[in-house]
């Protein structure tokens, strides 16, 4: 079954505890991203992936760290969480938009709701 | 002032009744458009793609696109419970690849 899979699914952690969420795609995807997700905000993207190696900033990038070694993962590392980083947070991944007319789907996983006290 | 605009509702409608949503946005740039579904406690899905201007019609959803007037549009007809969700509007640039911009979501409720 085609899916992108976030683990851990609920997380609570304390301010400056590092930690990381882990993603991982089996669709043979180039491109992957990290969005989070906050009440009135809609989705936000933190950082994105065009391919192996190859990682640049979202919209919201302060305070996260991304690496892309694998094709498939795409962890989403927070060195110092803070309590602003308490939300809901989403990866997703597609096939790189070559054709401009073709509808490249993203998938997103089902979701990783983290809370920093 | 946000760059996608949507009311977050909720709105509530009888099943069978047609839902109206619409995102209002501010870059000009935007030329891909798109609608996600999202049911609680799960991941966005897409729903409805659309290029540049006009009208896309899948089963029960129409999604319109008024790039004169920076407005979007999708409407479910013959509404089911099944339907009761949030609904995000996304939207990209020609050179942005896979970037998309999301609108806050609206959450719709159908009740039987």
Known sequence: EAQVTQNPRYLITVTGKKLTVTCSQNMNHEYMSWYRQDPGLGLRQIYYSMNVEVTDKG?????????????????LILESPSPNQ?????????FLSRDPLADEKLFFGSGTQLSVL | QKEVEQDPGPLSVPEGAIVSLNCTYSNSAFQYFMWYRQYSRKGPELLMYTYSSGNKEDGRFTAQVD???KYISLFIRDSQPSDSATYLCAMSEVAAGNKLTFGGGTRVLVKP
Do not use: H, I, M, Q
């Not at chain 1, 919209?59 to 962890?75: A, L």
């Not at chain 1, 308490?86 to 597609?94: K, P």
């Open chain 1, 59 to 75: 919209d919201v990038p302060e305070g996260y760290k991304v690496s892309r070694k694998e094709k498939r993962n795409f962890p």
């Open chain 2, 67 to 69: 790039k004169s007037s």
């Open chain 1, 86 to 94: 308490t939300s809901l947070y989403f990866c997703a991944s597609s």
